[in-house]
Nanobody
Framework: VQLQASGGGLVQPGGSLRLSCAASGFTLDYYAIGWFRQAPGKEREGVSCISRSDSKTYYSDSVKGRFTISRDNAKNTVYLQMNNLKLEDTAVYYC????????????????????WGQGTQVTVSS
């Protein structure tokens, strides 16, 4: 059972990146998915989540209007489109998943999550 995050890199302020999170060993259909990030010296932050059915998404105030989470269950993959990146978006980004019977809810409480990916580094710098 594994979550593999990819798509991180170095980008200038105002640029865009799309992170991908591919699941192996289990199907994401039964899981709500989230993205967390952690910058050096800072607490881990839940930035976004998406419910099983796509009907519920959540964004932290720090990324609202700039980031978009989506999922493709057929590809067993979740995405985080990040636009208008800012210096303060620099962090390691983790995709996470938890099993749920609910189609319409998700959470950014890290203790709720069963599986964590290895993280991908996003660096925003001029």
């Amino acid at each position: 059972v594994q979550l593999q995050a990819s798509g991180g890199g170095l980008v200038q302020p105002g640029g865009s990146l799309r992170l991908s999170c591919a699941a192996s060993g289990f199907t994401l259909d039964y899981y709500a998915i989230g993205w967390f990030r952690q910058a050096p010296g800072k607490e881990r932050e839940g930035v976004s989540c998406i419910s099983r059915s796509d009907s519920k998404t959540y964004y932290s105030d720090s990324v609202k209007g700039r980031f978009t989470i989506s999922r493709d269950n057929a590809k067993n993959t979740v995405y985080l489109q990040m636009n208008n990146l800012k210096l303060e978006d620099t962090a390691v980004y983790y995709c996470v998943a938890y099993f749920t019977g609910s189609f319409r809810s998700c959470t950014v409480v890290d203790d709720d999550y069963d599986y964590w990916g290895q993280g991908t580094q996003v660096t925003v710098s001029s």
